[in-house]
């Protein structure tokens, strides 16, 4: 039996406006915000109208393709912006909708303590209980 390392993960999740996850991605424990952002919006499933994010995917090919495709944006931007865009705090205080989802998916102990060595079941784990929700 081969035994691997077990692997720091990062869940990378977009949700729709009722907190349900729509796709999910792993990625190295590391790795920043925006390496998992190409992932997660090109899965299939429907488009977003309105991505509402932290300031961890302010980047400027994050914007500008969420420009192409027609998505409105609500992301604070980081403090090193020379142009800081104002937000709407009404319209981005319904990113806790994305915080309450993975709140519900560590319901599952097994998720939350992650005691699954390989990324393979830990993923398969994650859709199971997205699915479950």
């Known amino acids: 039996m081969l035994w691997r390392r077990p692997v720091s993960t990062e869940i990378h999740l977009r ?3 009722q907190g349900l996850p729509v796709a999910v991605f792993l990625s190295g424990g590391q790795a920043s915000d925006v390496k998992g952002y190409a992932p997660v919006i090109d899965q299939p499933g429907p488009d977003p109208g ?7 995917y302010d980047a400027d090919f994050i914007l500008a393709d969420l420009e192409a495709r027609d998505v409105a944006t609500v992301i604070p931007a980081r403090r090193n912006r020379k142009v800081q865009p104002v937000i709407d705090g009404h319209i981005y205080g319904l990113r806790n909708h994305v ?12 998720l939350a303590t992650r005691y699954d060595k390989t990324a393979d ?13």
């Open 99 to 110: 915080e309450r989802c993975f709140s519900k998916l560590k319901h599952n102990r097994r």
């Open 15 to 17: 949700c729709n406006a």
């Open 121 to 133: 079941s830990f993923l398969g784990f994650v859709l199971v209980a997205s699915i479950r929700l």
């Open 50 to 56: 309105v991505l509402l994010a932290d300031k961890g």
